[in-house]
């Protein structure tokens, strides 16, 4: 049984960093499509980043591009997101997600992954 569990959040003050995590369970890290989604109240979920082994692709959407960065760690199993100079609209819910499928072009579409954890909490305050 596949099982992501997100950890990391919480209140991080404007401009600081934060880094989450997701362990996986039922799967290696290592073959699947990993990927990051946010959510913030009243708004649709959005991607933020995802990594391929399997296509070599690592995607970042655009208003994280420079700020984020996904990385894997095999022998953890665990794929983490550093996120630095947070902004107030980066306040959301936090999601992992993975696929065992999915080309470049689809990793950034919520419809490519399979698997989703329960989600962590960003709070980005003054």
């Known amino acids: 049984q596949v099982q992501l569990v997100e950890s990391g959040g919480g209140l991080v003050h404007l401009g600081h960093s934060l880094t989450l995590s997701c362990a996986a369970s039922?799967?290696?890290?290592?073959?699947?499509?990993m990927a990051w989604f946010r959510q913030a109240p009243g708004k649709e979920r959005e991607f933020v980043a995802a990594d391929s082994q399997r296509t070599g692709s690592t995607v970042y959407g655009n208003a994280v591009k420079g700020r984020f960065t996904i990385s894997r760690d095999i022998d953890t199993n665990t794929v983490d997101l550093q996120m630095n100079n947070l902004n107030y609209d980066e306040t959301a819910v936090y999601y992992c997600?993975?696929?065992?499928?999915?080309?470049?072009?689809?990793?950034?579409?919520?419809?490519?992954?399979?698997?989703w954890g329960q989600g962590t909490q960003v709070t980005v305050s003054s």
């Open positions: 997600a993975t696929s065992q499928g999915g080309n470049k072009s689809q990793l950034m579409s919520r419809s490519t992954y399979d698997y």
């Open positions: 039922g799967l290696r890290v290592r073959r699947y499509a």
